[in-house]
């Protein structure tokens, strides 16, 4: 299995070929071979969530069966070649699930894997449903934990991703190593203590958490490729 993330830039001009890709990609992505499972993503802005999209960025994930699968649609398909057309500026990710747990759209995109002992970078996927009744509340505190997490030990980068305004919201992060990781989720106070309120709280109707191994990245996304130097 390998997990593919591309995040596309469109210039300011072509945005309307950005928004109407959403509905028109849909049809060969639901035809395309060795792919289990995707979702067109809008972004936020500064690698995290936002109210306010970014209406030049966005970004699909998708679930393969094997590299020749994600080649075969990477360098062909319909939706490759509306980006090399259209896009400014593309920058892809190709992972290896280590673990995963929760659901997404009630699937298991990522199945159930064992994990294996690996000290490298570490992608981080988490994403939520937000109840309509809790919105307010998970709102508040998305920009005190993006400055945290930003500026935490072992951080490389991350993308706001989502397929829904304000209620359908993912965060794709990557670090030094799990370390890294862990020190940000579970000993930074502030993140901590959001955590915790999500729990007692009750905000996701559906939530799901995901680590990766980055196995390869290629192209840019803001004139850089954030992830080159930590996996040459």
């Not at 809008?42 to 590299?67: I, K, S």
């Not at 294996?116 to 937000?130: H, K």
């Not at 958490?209 to 992830?227: D, H, M, Q, V, Y």
Request: aromatic share 14%; hydrophobic share 40%; net charge positive.
């Amino acid at each position: 299995m390998i997990v593919s993330l591309t995040i596309v830039r469109y210039r300011k001009a072509l945005v309307p070929f950005a928004l109407l890709a959403m509905a028109v990609h849909r049809l060969p992505l639901l035809f395309a071979h060795g792919c289990s499972f995707w979702k067109l993503l809008g972004c936020g802005h500064n690698g995290t969530f936002d109210l306010q999209p970014d209406w030049q960025q966005w970004g699909l994930l998708a679930v393969w069966d094997d590299r020749e699968s994600f080649n075969r649609f990477y360098r062909s398909s319909f939706v490759s070649r509306w980006w090399k057309a259209l896009g400014h500026e593309r920058w892809t990710v190709l992972c290896e699930p280590l673990q995963s747990h929760g659901s997404w759209d009630g699937k298991e995109p990522f199945g159930k894997p064992t994990g294996q002992n690996y000290d490298g970078p570490v992608a981080i996927l988490t994403r939520a449903t937000i109840r309509f009744s809790r919105l307010k509340n998970f709102w508040s505190h998305v920009d005190e934990v993006a400055g945290v997490m930003a500026a935490s030990p072992g951080y490389i980068t991350s993308v706001g991703i989502g397929e829904a305004p304000v209620y359908r919201q993912a965060t794709f992060s990557v670090w030094q190593n799990l370390e890294a990781a862990k020190g940000f989720a579970y000993r930074d106070k502030k993140h901590a203590e959001v955590i915790k309120k999500t729990r007692q709280e009750n905000w996701y109707s559906e939530e799901l958490f995901a680590r990766f191994k980055p196995l390869e990245t290629w192209g840019t996304i803001g004139s850089k490729n954030p992830l080159k130097q930590h996996l040459s």
